[in-house]
Every structure is written in structure tokens, then in C-alpha cells.
């Protein structure tokens, strides 16, 4: 933008930008699922009686056990960044490869339970509060999903040899996404699962 | 670039165990009857969770006052939207 010939000039800001620029991101990341939580606390003013009602069909042990699949999801990124600081290009390989098979855990654990939302009749139109439950959650899911191909791709950069102790920002920026899909998930859980 | 405070690996490692357990109290917590404060305990446990994750896993503990400065701006706006809405939706 400002007319650095080729190259970043210096990586020390490079890096620096980069992360700006996800922290950015994520802003808008923020008031996007904010928008609909603030929905979601309307509604929830307004129809106290027909949340506490709804709620209690989901199955909140299957939403506990996607809640530790996310955070050990988490950590195998905070171990995988650690491996390339030091080097360990095979290993970062190794814990991004288990960080996106707890992601297709979590997404086939989401699958069950909109199956047997389905067989129970329990549709997006249904009542306010599975409008919510659908979107909020299907929102979330697509970034879980689109999580898998960001850091299936930096998983391909490393196999070509792109990453090293002194560079490694796709992988780092991959995390912090990947750590704000769990944060929003953190906020999630409860407030479909345990407090309707 | 360089982070350098103590074992990452030992710090993660810690920061996921408090997860787990902080997890495991908000599910216990949530087959008790508090009435309204169900809901201010949850929101408080998800709030620990949440700093915990920023904090350290997204290293915001460490980090400039720039960057501490994009990552809380998004944060009071949404407080803006929701207290908008909401003396709206409620005083109608």
C-alpha cells in the first residue's frame, strides 16, 4: 500500500501488521455474532417462560462434550505454534492435523443433534427461540468449517517448506482465529444449552 | 516476535485444565435451580473462559496497548448496540 518494493521491508512489522489486520477481522467478527446476541437478549426479555421451556431439548451433555472438543482443539494450536518457534515444522503438521479432527468431531456432534432436532420437529421456524439456536449455531459452524480449510492450508505451506523458527505467520494468524471460533463457542454453550 | 515468558507449553497446558474445570462447574452449576442468578453465573464463568482464551492463548497478555486497543473496541461497541436495543425494547 505504501510502495515497499517487493518484499516486506522488515519482518519484525510485518508481523506486526498482519496481526492488526486479524484483530481487525475479528472486529467485525465481534459484532457480527453480537448483532445476534443482542437478538437473542430481546427476545429472551420478552419470552422468559417459552426460553426456559425450549432450552431444556437441547442436549446439554452433548454440548459440554463439544465444548471440550473446542478447547483441546485450542490447545493442539497453542502446541502446534509452539512446535514452529522452535523449528518443528512435522510437528506444527501434526497438532493443525489434530486440531482440524476435533473440528470434524465437533461438526459431526453438531450434525446429530440437528438430525434429531429435525426428527422431533424442531425447525428454524418452529419457535423464536430455535431461530436463534439454528442460526447462532450454523453461523458458528461454517467458521469451524471454514477454520478447517485456513489451517488445512497452512498445514500445505509448512509441507512446501514455508515455515521455519523465523517465519511462521500464516500459522500464528490461523490461531488467533481459530481461538476466537472457541470464544464465541464459550458464550454459546450456555447461553442455548444451560440457561434457556 | 519473540515471547518469552516461561514454558508456552506448560502455560497452555494450564490455561486448558482451568478451561476444563471452569466448563465442568458451569454444567454442574446449571442442574441447580438459582432462579436469576443461573444466569449471572454463566455469564460470569463464560467471561473467565472467554479472558482465559484471549489472554493467553491469543496472547493478548503480552501484547502492545495497540493491539490491546483493536481487540477491546469491537467489545464497546456491542455494548453500545446491546444498550441501545435494549432501553429501546424494554421502555416501548
Redo the contacts between chains.
Keep these: 500500500m505504501s510502495g515497499h518494493t517487493g518484499e516486506h521491508a522488515d519482518p519484525v512489522v510485518a508481523f506486526e501488521s498482519a496481526k492488526l489486520g486479524v484483530w481487525t477481522f475479528l472486529a467485525t467478527e465481534v459484532l457480527l455474532f453480537g448483532a445476534l446476541f443482542t437478538a437473542y437478549t430481546v427476545f429472551r426479555m420478552k419470552y422468559p417462560e417459552m426460553f426456559r421451556v425450549e432450552h431444556a431439548k437441547l442436549d446439554r451433555v452433548l454440548g459440554a462434550v463439544n465444548t471440550v472438543v473446542l478447547i483441546t482443539s485450542s490447545l493442539m494450536v497453542v502446541l502446534g505454534l509452539d512446535a514452529i518457534k522452535r523449528g518443528k515444522a512435522r510437528l506444527l503438521e501434526a497438532y493443525f492435523g489434530a486440531t482440524i479432527f476435533l473440528a470434524a468431531v465437533f461438526l459431526f456432534v453438531k450434525y446429530t443433534e440437528y438430525s434429531a432436532k429435525f426428527h422431533h420437529g424442531l425447525y428454524p421456524r418452529t419457535n423464536i427461540f430455535f431461530s436463534l439456536y439454528f442460526m447462532m449455531t450454523g453461523l458458528h459452524g461454517i467458521h469451524v468449517l471454514l477454520g478447517m480449510g485456513v489451517l488445512s492450508y497452512v498445514i500445505l505451506l509448512s509441507r512446501r517448506g514455508r515455515l521455519s523458527a523465523s517465519y511462521y505467520t500464516p500459522a500464528e494468524m490461523s490461531g488467533l482465529y481459530w481461538h476466537f471460533v472457541d470464544l464465541v463457542w464459550i458464550y454459546l454453550f450456555p447461553l442455548l444449552y444451560l440457561i434457556g | 516476535?519473540a515471547h518469552g515468558t516461561g514454558n508456552?507449553?506448560r502455560t497452555?497446558?494450564a490455561?486448558?485444565v482451568a478451561?476444563?474445570l471452569l466448563?465442568a462447574v458451569?454444567?454442574l452449576v446449571?442442574y441447580v435451580d438459582l432462579g436469576l442468578w443461573?444466569?449471572v453465573v454463566?455469564?460470569l464463568?463464560?467471561s473467565a473462559?472467554?479472558s482465559l482464551?484471549?489472554l493467553f492463548?491469543?496472547h493478548l497478555k503480552g501484547e502492545?496497548r495497540?493491539?490491546w486497543g483493536?481487540?477491546l473496541?469491537?467489545?464497546v461497541?456491542?455494548s453500545l448496540?446491546?444498550i441501545g436495543?435494549?432501553t429501546d425494547?424494554?421502555l416501548r
Aim: hydrophobic share 70%; charged share 5%; proline share 5%.
Design positions: 516476535m508456552p507449553r497452555g497446558i490455561v486448558f478451561l476444563l466448563t458451569t454444567v446449571s443461573n444466569v454463566a455469564l464463568i463464560a473462559k472467554a482464551v484471549a492463548f491469543m502492545s495497540l493491539v483493536f481487540a473496541f469491537p467489545i461497541f456491542l448496540i446491546l436495543t435494549l425494547t424494554m
